[in-house]
């Protein structure tokens, strides 16, 4: 076939096809040296995302990672790579406040500062052991129990809202307020999960979604590994959150 009679592949053609390949749709560029021949080649780097509208593909493959992860790790009792050190206590950030917990346009810089966060001062402080999966407990006829937890987290009331979800009374709704709830509402819940680890003295794991209510403030659903006691969930979620917007959560547990 001759250049001039090759069809031409548009953009959405492209597209398609790697959606079709499951290959990742928006790779990033990057340029490598060979430090020994200097030689430059260039290489793509799958984008990584978790949303199926950013890249099917590689939200596909993060998902199918998760169900996974999920499904080798919820019913484990020995702790995963022990002696490794996991990016989670490499991460780890004790008693420092973040002072900027996102990362740049260039996913690289994380600025912290070491200020003690403010809003862990009131909860009480066990030591964390360095264990991810949760207890055992023993019958008195020798059966063994490893039980988890069932979590979930909801912003408080805004006002009355009809089964539509629209507030009843509109001129007493706080519609700010449920609004930068929702804006806050990610860093709240990493605050949470902060908070918890300190309070129930393991690295709790979880898997967890996040959706949004009738009345469309976001809630949290989390399936913890291992058993915290109720109250301490409780007083976690109740924490003060000042940096926050200084809003409570609460919880619901099973
Ligand atoms: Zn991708």
New binding site residues.
């Given amino acids: 076939m001759s250049v001039a009679t090759m069809p031409r592949i548009t953009p959405e053609m492209a597209r398609e096809l790697a959606v079709e390949q499951k290959v990742?749709?928006?790779p990033l560029l990057r340029r490598v040296l060979d430090q020994q021949t200097g030689q430059e080649t260039r290489v793509a780097l799958?984008?990584?995302?978790t949303r199926e509208s950013v890249?099917p593909?590689?939200a596909d493959k993060a998902r199918r990672l998760r169900i996974q992860q999920c499904a080798e790790g919820w019913h484990r009792d020995i702790e995963p790579d022990a002696g490794q050190p996991t990016r989670e206590s490499m991460d780890d950030d004790d008693d420092l406040e973040s002072a900027d917990d996102d990362l740049d346009d260039s996913g690289a810089r994380r600025v912290r500062s070491t200020r003690r966060r403010q809003d862990a001062a009131d909860l009480p402080r066990v030591p964390v052991e360095d264990r991810t999966v949760g207890r055992v407990f023993e019958t008195p006829d020798g059966r063994r129990y490893r039980p988890s937890m069932f979590v979930t987290i909801t912003l408080p009331s805004y006002g009355k809202v009809k089964p539509n979800g629209a507030p009843v009374d509109p001129s007493t709704y706080d519609y700010r307020r449920a609004a930068l709830d929702a804006l806050h509402f990610p860093k709240l819940v990493d605050r949470f999960w902060q908070n918890l680890r300190r309070c129930a003295g393991f690295k709790v794991q979880y898997f967890a979604a996040v959706e949004p209510q009738k009345r469309l403030a976001p809630h949290l659903h989390a399936a913890i590994r291992g058993a915290i006691p109720r109250e301490t969930i409780r007083q976690v979620a109740r924490g003060p959150t000042r940096r926050c917007g200084g809003r409570n959560l609460t919880t619901r547990s099973t």
């Fill in positions: 990742c749709i928006r799958p984008c990584g995302s890249c593909s590689c």
